[in-house]
């Protein structure tokens, strides 16, 4: 899954895109700067999608939790951090909002957020998670985020939860060096992965839980003293797949961090550990390498056939739900199903080009959702009700 720099979908990268070598897309804030211009640019991916060997929709993700990490314009609905929303510690308000991100960002093509964050902030001085935990406590951290979850889900949007298996006590910050934790497995048992347990649980209304989890780059010395999280067997295979049953898909965080040394064999673990995507999210020349360096280890069966077709199929049933067809972005607001509307890629293949006026339909119907009054009433009912309790 790759970022690039710019508006605009550089040519590079839709070439990529069209042979077939990206399966997917991450965008930041340096590619968002309007609710048209996304759409457009989202258009144009899976257009070039569309050509591609596979003829399979693009998943299309972004870093949509709200507070400071928000990747979108300010013409979109914008939601404050998760320890607003812990502050106020109403599970129901959190999901609606969690729907309305949802229906904003499937408004303009995206179909994953990576959201939402289930560390506890145990340590204070962890400030790469700060405000985007809930709080404190595991108990509140897994119903706020089983509800945002929810939301995002029957809103025609995969979540995932990160970062696995908790990073809440630890200082360093992985997006510039490889942090760690004196945690066992026993304390991970019983505060750091209630909340993943309860994202992963079929409890949710959700079947099977969390469409996505993410891993963190993050040595647990004493559960796996090689490897970070993110590139450990331990982990991925035997604690979140074997202990948890966590059957969907597994992303690592993006292997340009400062905490990942060489993108490309860390690529090749990641998938041998048991993820199935791998996040580089700016390098072009990092993502050649690793997608050459992950073709030679499924030739050489480094990467077992059968763990390929395995992940391909974890991937395949997120994509057939949340990646849907373009004509059907739009039709996944409050009391429609994810996926509904009528077939862009059809069985015999995609059409050559989007039929005529189908642009500007989506855009019609983007204006009518994107920063409508009512995402914009339950912004005001949030931040009214963490007015009373500040007693302003």
């Known amino acids: 899954m790759a970022g690039f720099e710019g508006v605009k979908a550089p040519p590079d990268l839709l070439d990529q895109i069209r042979a077939g070598r990206a399966g997917g897309v991450i965008l930041f804030s340096r590619n968002i700067e309007s609710v048209e211009q996304t759409l457009e640019l989202t258009h144009s991916l899976q257009s070039a999608a569309a050509d591609s060997p596979r003829r399979a929709p693009l998943l299309i993700g972004i870093d949509q939790e709200g507070g400071r990490?928000?990747?979108?314009?300010?013409?979109?609905?914008?939601?404050?951090a998760a320890r607003v929303f812990g502050r106020i510690g109403d599970p129901d308000l959190a999901r609606r909002c969690a729907g309305a991100v949802a229906a904003e960002l499937r408004a303009v093509g995206v179909n994953w957020n990576f959201a939402p964050v289930l560390d506890i902030l145990?340590?204070?001085?962890?400030?790469?998670i700060g405000d985007r935990a809930y709080g404190e406590e595991a108990g509140a951290a897994a119903a706020m985020g089983a509800a945002v979850i929810t939301g995002l889900q029957a809103g025609g949007v995969a979540a995932a939860a990160k970062h696995f298996p908790g990073i809440g006590d630890m200082a360093p910050d992985p997006h510039e060096t490889l942090p760690a934790s004196g945690l066992s497995l026993e304390?991970?048992?019983?505060?750091?992965?209630i909340p993943f347990r309860a994202a992963v649980s079929s409890e949710t209304s959700n079947p099977g839980g969390v469409a996505s989890v993410m891993v963190a780059h993050a040595v647990f010395g004493r559960i796996d003293p090689e490897r970070p999280a993110s590139l450990s067997s331990r982990l991925i295979k035997e604690l979140l797949r074997g202990e948890l049953g966590f059957g969907g898909v597994v992303v690592?965080?993006?292997?340009?961090?400062g905490a990942i040394e060489n993108p490309a064999e860390a690529a090749v673990a990641g998938l041998r550990a048991g993820a199935d995507i791998v996040l580089i999210c700016r390098s072009g020349k990092d993502q050649e390498q690793a997608h050459e360096r992950i073709s030679r280890?499924?030739?050489?069966?480094?990467?077992?056939?059968r763990e390929e077709e395995e992940s391909l199929g974890r991937i395949g049933l997120m994509r057939d739900r949340y990646?849907?067809?373009?004509?059907?972005?739009l039709k996944s607001g409050p009391g429609s199903s994810p996926g509904s509307g009528s077939s862009y890629y059809s069985e015999s293949g995609p059409s050559?080009?989007?039929e005529e006026g189908h642009l500007d339909r989506l855009r019609e119907k983007m204006k009518q959702m994107v920063g409508c009054s009512a995402h914009r009433g339950l912004l005001d009912e949030v931040m009214a009700r963490i007015a009373a309790l500040e007693g302003v």
């Open 69 to 80: 990490v928000s990747r979108v314009s300010p013409d979109f609905t914008l939601f404050p």
């Open 122 to 128: 145990t340590n204070p001085a962890c400030t790469v």
């Open 187 to 193: 304390d991970l048992r019983g505060r750091e992965l």
């Open 252 to 257: 690592t965080d993006d292997l340009d961090m």
């Open 297 to 305: 280890a499924i030739r050489t069966e480094e990467i077992p056939a």
């Open 323 to 329: 990646a849907g067809d373009a004509s059907s972005w």
């Open 352 to 354: 050559s080009s989007p």
